[in-house]
Each structure stands twice: as structure tokens, then as C-alpha cells.
């Protein structure tokens, strides 16, 4: 990678939220309490679901992979945040930069393509129910998870080898808290029509073709509900979805709201915001959002703490 006067750029400057002193222990407390949040909710999550034999289902199977995906996704930028805000150096070297890039879009990805499996799920669940375990075999969820593994690390590294060919110029701050692809491209001295190609065809069949899917899912689920006739049972079929539908309106309305401001207006603060709302605030609330809703996973995180609670005792009560 070479800079416009063809000396070799070693590091980027990352600008952060803010750039004020003041703010700094505020925003470190802030956003440190949000990650734990995130990782300990999302790792409840899977526990629960992992020491509970009844929630060993297709729906579950997907729900846990969409847990760790979200505290691995938040992960790929929190935690460097952090230490540029605890240590006051937002330097990030050009392999660190492309590291996070690859990370953060593979997880971003995978939160696509599993929200759209999900929704598949709910869809044969309802509109097949007499089919669904037919359907939703181990071994085509298996897959289903697998394949989603594969095609997002395989888009994540096209992305990625696309930015190696790049040379930048010697303005190299980027206006973000983490390397996001759209500022680094515009810090390119070097012509970015192929980049700017990929990412066109990276959103499309990572967000509009799963977008789609999702969309025509609920749009078959909602008219499978409306024929049922009981309005318990119109109710409990709505319940099955509310999480899932909830996540997926919050995670695409954020993800939409950051490019639709890049877009719209040169200044990187709106946008700035919006990723804020789906690199942490999205991840963080999903565990609640599925907790709260299901009675299966409260039920489930009820008896894990018991048990928890129960050991605790034991243990208490042998060193005493």
C-alpha cells in the first residue's frame, strides 16, 4: 500500500466519537458497560440453550449461532475503542485496519444470513407445520448454519483483497471508531471503481437478496395467521415471531440508516451514530429481546441459575 508521495503507509489515525478530553471517562465507562452487557447477555443465551435438551431445535440451534456471532461481531470493535480511549493513541496499523474490516464484515454477514434462515424457520413452522420436522432436519440445518459460515467469510475476504490494491494519500484519519470500509475508501488516492463494484455487489447479496427473503417469509407468515380463526391462535403465532421480527427491523433499520447517511450528507456524524446503534446497541438488546419474549430461554436461564445458586451453596457450605 503506498501513499501519494510513494512512501509506504504504516497506520491509520482513528477519530473516535469524540474527540474531547472530558467526554472520554464518560464514553470508556459507557461503552465498557454496553460490551459486558452485550457478551455476558449473548453468552447467557447460548448456555441456556446449550444445557437445555427441549431446546435442542432448529430455532435454537439458529438463535445460539446468532449469539455468538453478535459478541464476536461487537468484539471485532469495542474492545479496540476501548484501549484507544484508556490509552489516548488511536493509531491502528494498516494490518490491524484490514484484520478489522474482515472480521466486521464476515459477522455482519453471518448476522445477515442467519436472520434470514431464522426467518425461513418460522416460516415452515407455520405455513408447513405438519412438514417442518421433515423439512427442518439436523442435517439441512447443519447446513443451512455451515453454508451461511462459509458465505460470509468468503465475502468478507473478497471485500478485504479489494482494499490491498489500494494506495492512499497522506491525510490518513479516518472519521470513525473503527476501520469502516466506506471511510477507508475515501482516504484512497488510487482509482476505487472495482471497490466501490464489490461493495455494490457485497450489499446486494448480502442485504437485498436476505432482505427479500425475510420479507417474503413474513409476508406468507402473516397471511398463513390471518386464515387461522381462533385469535389465541392468531396470538401465539404472532408471539413466535415478535423477537425475531423485532431484531431484524432494528438490525436493518440501523445498517440501512448508516448508508443511507453516508450517501445523503459529506459529514461522517450521522453515520457515526447509526453505527453505534448496530455495532452495539443491537447486539446488546437481542438477548433481551429474546429472553423476555420466549418463555422457553426464561425458563431455561431460571433453572440455569438455580443450578448456578444451588452449587454455590454446595461449595459454601463444604469450606465451611
Known amino acids: 500500500m503506498k ?11 482513528l477519530l473516535g466519537i469524540s474527540e474531547k478530553p ?21 453468552l447467557l443465551i447460548i448456555l441456556a440453550i446449550s444445557s437445555d435438551s427441549h431446546l435442542h431445535t432448529p430455532m ?19 474492545p479496540k475503542m476501548l484501549v484507544d480511549i484508556r490509552t489516548e493513541s488511536k493509531m491502528i496499523t494498516f494490518a490491524g485496519c484490514l484484520t478489522q474490516i474482515f472480521f466486521f464484515v464476515a459477522f455482519g454477514c453471518l448476522d445477515n444470513l442467519l436472520l ?6 418460522r416460516f415452515v413452522a407455520i405455513c408447513h407445520p405438519l412438514h417442518y420436522t421433515v423439512i427442518m432436519n439436523p442435517r439441512l440445518c447443519r447446513l443451512l448454519v455451515l453454508g451461511s459460515w462459509c458465505i460470509s467469510v468468503m465475502v468478507s475476504v473478497l471485500e478485504t483483497l479489494t482494499i490491498l490494491r489500494l494506495s492512499f494519500c497522506t491525510n490518513m484519519e479516518i472519521p470513525h471508531f473503527f476501520c469502516d470500509v466506506l471511510e477507508v475508501l475515501k482516504l484512497a488516492c488510487s482509482e476505487t471503481l472495482v471497490n466501490n463494484i464489490v461493495m455494490y455487489f457485497v450489499t446486494i447479496a448480502m442485504g437485498v437478496f436476505p432482505l427479500s427473503g425475510i420479507l417474503y417469509s413474513y409476508s406468507q407468515i402473516f397471511s398463513s395467521i390471518l386464515r387461522v380463526s381462533p385469535a389465541r391462535g392468531q396470538h401465539k403465532a404472532f408471539s413466535t415471531c415478535g423477537s425475531h421480527l423485532s431484531v431484524v427491523t432494528r438490525f436493518y433499520g440501523t445498517g440501512l ?17 447509526a453505527s453505534v446503534m448496530y455495532t452495539m446497541v443491537t447486539p446488546m438488546l437481542n438477548p433481551f429481546i429474546y429472553s ?4 422457553d430461554i426464561k425458563g431455561s ?20
Open 3 to 13: 501513499a501519494g508521495n510513494d512512501t509506504q503507509i504504516l497506520e491509520f489515525l
Open 22 to 42: 472530558e467526554f472520554q471517562p464518560f464514553l470508556f465507562g459507557l461503552f465498557l458497560s454496553m460490551y459486558l452487557v452485550t457478551v455476558l447477555g449473548n
Open 60 to 78: 435454537y440451534l439458529f438463535l445460539s449461532n446468532l449469539s455468538f456471532a453478535d459478541i464476536c461481531f461487537t468484539s471485532t470493535t469495542i
Open 116 to 121: 434470514t434462515v431464522m426467518a425461513y424457520d
Open 257 to 273: 440508516g448508516v448508508y443511507l447517511s453516508s450517501a445523503a450528507t459529506p459529514s461522517s456524524r450521522t453515520s457515526l451514530m
Open 292 to 295: 423476555l419474549r420466549n418463555r
Open 301 to 320: 436461564l431460571g433453572r440455569l441459575l438455580l443450578r448456578a445458586t444451588t452449587l454455590n451453596k454446595g461449595t459454601t457450605a463444604k469450606l465451611s
